[in-house]
Nanobody, 115 residues
Framework: QVQLVESGGGLVQPGGSLRLSCLAS????????MNWYRQAPGKERELVAS???????NYVDSVKGRFTISRDNLKNTLYLQMNSLKPEDTAVYYC?????????WGKGTLVTVSS
């Protein structure tokens, strides 16, 4: 079955950096578009960044220039490099893959940006 396992979250000061990872199994990773979502306390889940199978990327405006999504198809791993973090980036970050009309999610990793 499809499994997505996120890691790399934690507590970081404003202006700091974190790199999130998502290890995928049960899918042909290289052919799938992959996404990072986040959900802050009391808010709806939002799409943060996307990457196609060909490596094209897209970002929500609030993270453009600060976050970078990438993938390693040999390692079946999705990444999110987050720089210049702000308190408003605090959220649970989820890895997501849509496959033939179904949505698969990881359990999420918590990122807390606070001094």
């Amino acid at each position: 079955q499809v499994q997505l396992v996120e890691s790399g979250g934690g507590l970081v000061q404003p202006g700091g950096s974190l790199r999130l990872s998502c290890l995928a199994s049960g899918i042909i990773f290289r052919i799938n578009a992959m996404n990072w979502y986040r959900q802050a306390p009391g808010k709806e889940r939002e799409l943060v960044a996307s990457i196609t199978s060909g490596g094209m990327t897209n970002y929500v405006d609030s993270v453009k220039g600060r976050f970078t999504i990438s993938r390693d198809n040999l390692k079946n791993t999705l990444y999110l490099q987050m720089n210049s973090l702000k308190p408003e980036d605090t959220a649970v970050y989820y890895c997501h893959v849509p496959i033939t009309g179904l949505n698969y999610w990881g359990k999420g990793t918590l990122v807390t940006v606070s001094s």
